[in-house]
Structures are given as structure tokens and as C-alpha cells.
């Protein structure tokens, strides 16, 4: 049964707008796939908001190695919420002006990435433990922008520092406009299971709207996830990789429309070619093909008998073997779609 959010908590949709969170669907940001190619590729499925890939203040603003891309890339993107992380409040500033500059539609702060590249550089999650250091980040880069300044955390460092609440209401005290929570701490990474209702801890901590994350797999757990937090919208990562029409089903599922259906094997396999024709288009033959590894991998997930086809799509250097191998195992898995019911499809959500 569909969830409706209390009103007296609800931000109004007029809040919504101006962060970019209308539809109360947003991808998340994720290193190494939330990249111009993919963002486009899920705006042309249809709804939902996209962010940029994590950039490093530092780099964003020296335009160095690739930084340089990810930010032309936003420079023609409309809407664009830009991810940026750092670890002194003056250069985060300074990254925040240049992307507004430059067209970003809202700024948010990364206090949730929980890889180890970027805690030992006192980065990411590593933020929270230093709550002083937060608040400094939150008015410094508040007052060096105009646009909507938002903010993605954790629940806390590990078990014994639950401190996402505090900081939710030091952001408030701030100016910020929005808040993310990812329901686990730093220390579990991607494991056991995203606590929803500690999210609502933070719910209840903070008047600014929320968007839960976390385990998002279905419409079930974005109604489950709304349930157990409060929160006003929900933010997909993973699960959007594997099923990247999740993110438009979501929007009007939680709108309370009827989401179109899960596509079959020839919708799947139009929209991967698509994908990989972006990819290899923006990225360059050998480097685009290095990066579509990852979504071919997802996009075969579920799907029986996927895996000798992964593996020969995945070793190849020449673009057009990829393709082949891709047509022809969404060839067989169409006939053997035809030729089973609905029920018992592999290629069932």
C-alpha cells in the first residue's frame, strides 16, 4: 500500500522545486558511472533528477587530469546538481562559486562516501567525525553561493557515533536547503541492511526537507523507505544501474500514476546501445569501452544464462564485437521471453 507523507511534515512543493527534488526521485551520485553519458541517458528515459559525479574541490578547481571533463560537462546541462567534496571550507567555497558560475542548479556536499581513497584524505564520511570542521564547511560554502546548498551523510562514522541528527540540525542552522541520508554508517560500507528508521531520527531532528537512500530496489522499498523515515523523497544508486527505469517508475509511482511496465529484452537492449553509443561517443573508443564494462555488467543482471555472454562482451577491444554479443544474447533471451508467461519471464523485475 502506497505510503502518503504527513502533511505537517511534507516540505511544500514550491521547496521541492527549487532544489531540483520535484519529483522526489533523484540518481545518485557515484563515482565512475553517474557520468555525463549515463546522467543523459537517464533523462532521455524520462524523469527524475540527476547529480554529478563526486568532484574533488581541489581539482575542480585547478581543471586538472579529469576533472576537467566533469565539469564541461555540466556546462550545457540544464538543472545540473553538482556533487562536490573537500576538506577546507575556503576551497569548497571557491568550487561551489566556480559551478554556479558555470550553471549548477543546486551545490551539494559530500559527508558520505565511505571509500577508503577518500576518508584517509579526511574526506567524505570521514567529515562527521569532525563536527566543527562541518559546520565551518556548511556557512563558509552558504554564504559564498546563491544557489540551493544541500548536503549527503551518513548515519554516523560506525555504531558508537550516531550523529547524523545533530548534524542535520547544524546544516538547518546554517542555511542549507536539503538533506540526504544514506541509512548505514561509514564503517558497514554497502553492508547488512540501510536502516530506514534511523533515517527518521533524522527526520525528526530537522525541518529541511529529507531524501532517504539506501537499499532502494523497488517501488516497494521507495514506499517501505518513505514509511520508516518521513523523508520527502527518495535517492537510487545502485539499483539504478541494473534497472535504470526505476528512477521514472518511482516518479510516478510516488505521484500516484500508474508506472509504465518493466521493459522487455528488446527495450533492453535498444537502451544499452544506446548507453554505449554515449559513452563511446563522449569518452573515446578505448576508454568508453572501459567504462561500459560496468553497465553491460548490470544491464545482463537477472537475465538467465548471462554470464559467457558478460564475459565476451566485456573482453573485447573492438566496439563492434561488444554490439554483436549484446544483439545476439538479447535475440535469445527475446525468443525465450515469447515463449514463456509473464509469470515465470527471467526477465522479471
Not at 520535484?22 to 557520468?35: C, E, I, K, Y
Amino acid at each position: 500500500m502506497k505510503t502518503e507523507l504527513d502533511p505537517s511534515n511534507a516540505p511544500h512543493r514550491d521547496t521541492l522545486h527549487a532544489l531540483g527534488w520535484q519529483d522526489r526521485v533523484l540518481l545518485a551520485p557515484m563515482s565512475g558511472v553517474t557520468d555525463r553519458p549515463f546522467r543523459d541517458y537517464i533523462r532521455n528515459l524520462g524523469q527524475g533528477q540527476v547529480v554529478t559525479e563526486m568532484i574533488a574541490s581541489e581539482a575542480a578547481i585547478r581543471q586538472v587530469k579529469d576533472s576537467r571533463k566533469l565539469n564541461q560537462a555540466i556546462d550545457d546541462e540544464p538543472g545540473i546538481i553538482v556533487q562536490l567534496a573537500g576538506t577546507e571550507p575556503d576551497l569548497i567555497a571557491e568550487a561551489a562559486r566556480i559551478m554556479e558560475g558555470r550553471g549548477a542548479h543546486t551545490i551539494d556536499l559530500n559527508f558520505g562516501c565511505p571509500a577508503r581513497k577518500v576518508v584517509t584524505k579526511a574526506s567524505g564520511s570521514a567529515l562527521m567525525r569532525h563536527e566543527s570542521l562541518c559546520a565551518d564547511i556548511f556557512e563558509t560554502v552558504r554564504a559564498a553561493i546563491s544557489v540551493p546548498l544541500t548536503v549527503k551523510m551518513r548515519l554516523g562514522w560506525d555504531d558508537q557515533s550516531f550523529n547524523a541528527p545533530k548534524l542535520a540540525k547544524m546544516a538547518e542552522e546554517s542555511g542549507l536547503n536539503g538533506i540526504t541520508v544514506h541509512g548505514r554508517t561509514r564503517c558497514q560500507f554497502y553492508k547488512g541492511q540501510a536502516d530506514w528508521a534511523k533515517v527518521g531520527d533524522v527526520r525528526r531532528a530537522t525541518s529541511l526537507p529529507l531524501l532517504v537512500n539506501g537499499d532502494i530496489c523497488s517501488l516497494a522499498d521507495a514506499d517501505e523507505a518513505l514509511r520508516h523515515s518521513g523523508a520527502a523523497g527518495v535517492m537510487i544508486g545502485r539499483a539504478a544501474q541494473d534497472q535504470p527505469w526505476l528512477l521514472d517508475q518511482a516518479v510516478d509511482h510516488l505521484a500516484g500514476r500508474k508506472p509504465r511496465p518493466t521493459p522487455g529484452a528488446t527495450e533492453r537492449e535498444a537502451g544499452l546501445f544506446d548507453l554505449l553509443e554515449r559513452m563511446l561517443a563522449y569518452h573515446g573508443t578505448a576508454h568508453g569501452l572501459r567504462q561500459a564494462r560496468k553497465h553491460v555488467s548490470s544491464a545482463l543482471v537477472g537475465i538467465d544464462d548471462a554470464g559467457a555472454f558478460r564475459k565476451a562482451a566485456n573482453t573485447t577491444d573492438d566496439p563492434s564485437v561488444m554490439f554483436a554479443v549484446i544483439k545476439d544474447f538479447f535475440a535469445q533471451a527475446a525468443a525465450c521471453e515469447q515463449a514463456t508467461p509473464k509469470s515465470d519471464m527471467a526477465l522479471a523485475a
